[in-house]
Antibody
Framework: QVQLQESGPGLVKPSQTLSLTCTVSGGSISSGSYYWSWIRQPAGKGLEWIGRIYTSGSTNYNPSLKSRVTISVDTSKNQFSLKLSSVTAADTAVYYC?????????????????WGQGTLVTVSS | DIVMTQTPLSSPVTLGQPASISCRSSQSLVHSDGNTYLSWLQQRPGQPPRLLIYKISNRFSGVPDRFSGSGAGTDFTLKISRVEAEDVGVYYCTQATQFPYTFGQGTKLEIK
């Protein structure tokens, strides 16, 4: 059973950089069948996709955050990471890492099938 | 960006009765490969989202068959044939056809 676990500071000061890591267990992050994503959810609000990374290091970001986001992967540790720079209070949210399955049995199928429990990051001085 | 609009935003349902949630996208969700990457997620209180349905109508592993999805193009529906107490939560539609991936605003399912 694949499991994802977010880790990182729960409090970040305004203008600083938010850094989170997602550790994948029960499966290899190097599998070519998946992308690895970050998604966030402000308290009481909906979900916002931040970006995704492939095992090769290829990335795609949400244009609304692209200038501030970097997602990277460390296959040796089976982890991928998120950095969000110049944070403000608007970046306060629960941050989830999730697996995006590309398909199976020869068919394409893009969906988020496994999620971490989420980690609350508060931006405050 | 593709805007996903869900209705209703809140749905009080009697146990054992059916429930239906609609999701409309601002553009067609048919991908250039011919597939439609529309999924439904369930988020129980205090929990991360959980995949229910992918590619419009495919139930994910372990999802009860009282959940079903339908639709095409820009209009999609999630149906619960007989609501159970454990179905309480917020339901989201999401598209992975076009960047950036987007989500509906969520529909809160509650028991009357």
């Amino acid at each position: 059973q694949v499991q994802l676990q977010e880790s990182g500071p729960g409090l970040v000061k305004p203008s600083q950089t938010l850094s989170l890591t997602c550790t994948v267990s029960g499966g290899s992050i190097s599998s070519g069948s998946y992308y690895w994503s970050w998604i966030r959810q402000p308290a009481g609000k909906g979900l916002e996709w931040i970006g995704r990374i492939y095992t090769s290091g290829s990335t795609n970001y949400n244009p609304s955050l692209k200038s501030r986001v970097t997602i990277s992967v460390d296959t040796s540790k089976n982890q991928f990471s998120l950095k969000l720079s110049s944070v403000t209070a608007a970046d306060t949210a629960v941050y989830y890492c999730a697996r995006l399955t590309l398909g199976h049995y020869g068919e394409n199928a893009y969906y988020f099938d496994y999620w971490g429990q989420g980690t609350l990051v508060t931006v405050s001085s | 960006d593709i805007v996903m609009t869900q209705t209703p935003l809140s749905s009080p349902v009697t146990l054992g009765q059916p429930a239906s949630i609609s999701c409309r996208s601002s553009q067609s969700l048919v991908h250039s490969d011919g597939n439609t990457y529309l999924s439904w997620l369930q988020q129980r209180p205090g929990q991360p989202p959980r995949l229910l349905i992918y590619k419009i109508s495919n139930r994910f592993s372990g999802v009860p068959d009282r959940f079903s999805g339908s639709g095409a193009g820009t209009d999609f529906t999630l149906k619960i044939s007989r609501v159970e107490a454990e179905d309480v939560g917020v339901y989201y539609c999401t598209q992975a056809t076009q960047f950036p991936y987007t989500f509906g605003q969520g529909t809160k399912l509650e028991i009357k």
